[in-house]
């Protein structure tokens, strides 16, 4: 490291304590220079250098994270929650939850208060899979090999709800998908799932991609007009709740490796393949 590197790098220190200290205050940018002693344009463009986030965006996950600390308190309004964490009042809270969460401070704190979740195992070509559903549709679908690590990551996504282990009809139409039963879905499979605008619509994008199709994340980037966005379109894939109902597996590098799968890499390559001969299979079929 250089010794600039090193100032710099101690800038960077002293800014995030000072951050951490008056969060709730909501300092400006200038008020942060001004502490480092550098000028506001300069630390901007270093903040973001060091810590991959602007120092606003950097606030504003600091402020989320408290308040999401209060609203897990008992008896803690959303409003109560958004003053303690230095925002101007609820309607400020609602839009950082709404941007970053995908759900609002209401339901955040329900924790899916209120909900009766469906959910059971089932054997897959690519293993065992966890599937779950409320009245509304899938709410959750992985590959777990443990059953009691796979439940308890259910768990604590909705801590508040009610679990039934059973398999209801929309389990059934989902597991169709893998052709192992005589199920069959009536209509499209109803899903509900909750994520940041991006992350729904890079979502809705995947669900455009054919079976026995790839694309890379350039490609879905452009497909949601957002010819930049490979990064965040790669984290959003990466925050898929539902496996392969979401075909997130269709998604490969630029360069043509498989790349990363929150299920793991050999099983997304295993998939890529079951899918190809099972189109080759078809298209063989209909000549």
Request: glycine share 8%; net charge positive; hydrophobic share 40%.
């Amino acid at each position: 490291m250089t010794n600039q590197s090193q100032i710099d790098y101690k800038r960077i220190e002293r800014a995030i304590g000072y951050i951490i200290r008056h969060y709730k205050d909501k300092p400006t940018l200038e008020d942060i220079a001004a502490e480092i002693h550098v000028s506001p344009f300069h630390f901007q463009r270093m903040f973001s250098k060091w810590v991959g986030v602007s120092p606003k965006k950097f606030i504003q996950f600091l402020s989320l994270d408290y308040a999401k600390d209060m609203l897990r308190v008992p008896g803690t309004s959303v409003l109560e929650a958004a003053y303690d964490a230095g925002f101007s009042g609820a309607g400020r809270l609602h839009d950082l939850f709404m941007s970053i969460e995908g759900m609002t401070p209401g339901t955040f704190k329900q924790q899916g208060a209120g909900l009766t979740i469906n959910y059971n195992f089932a054997d897959s070509p690519f293993g065992t899979v966890l599937v779950a559903s409320t009245r509304n549709g899938i709410c959750h679908m992985a590959f777990e090999a443990d059953q009691k690590a796979g439940f308890e990551t259910l768990y604590q996504l909705f801590p508040q709800a009610r679990f039934h282990q059973g398999t209801d009809k929309m389990h059934k139409d989902a597991l169709a998908v893998f052709g192992q039963s005589d199920a069959r879905p009536d209509g499209k499979i109803k899903l509900h799932v909750h994520g940041t605008p991006f992350q729904l619509k890079v979502w809705e994008a995947l669900l455009k991609i054919p079976m026995g199709s790839l694309a890379s994340y350039g490609d879905v980037a452009k497909m949601i007009c957002q010819p930049a966005a490979s990064r965040a379109v790669g984290n959003a894939v990466s925050h898929n709740p539902v496996a392969f109902l979401i075909p997130c597996h269709r998604v490969i590098r630029q360069n043509g490796a498989i790349g990363g799968y929150m299920w793991g890499a050999k099983r997304k390559q295993a998939m890529i393949a079951w899918e190809g001969a099972r189109c080759r299979n078809i298209r063989e079929t209909n000549v």
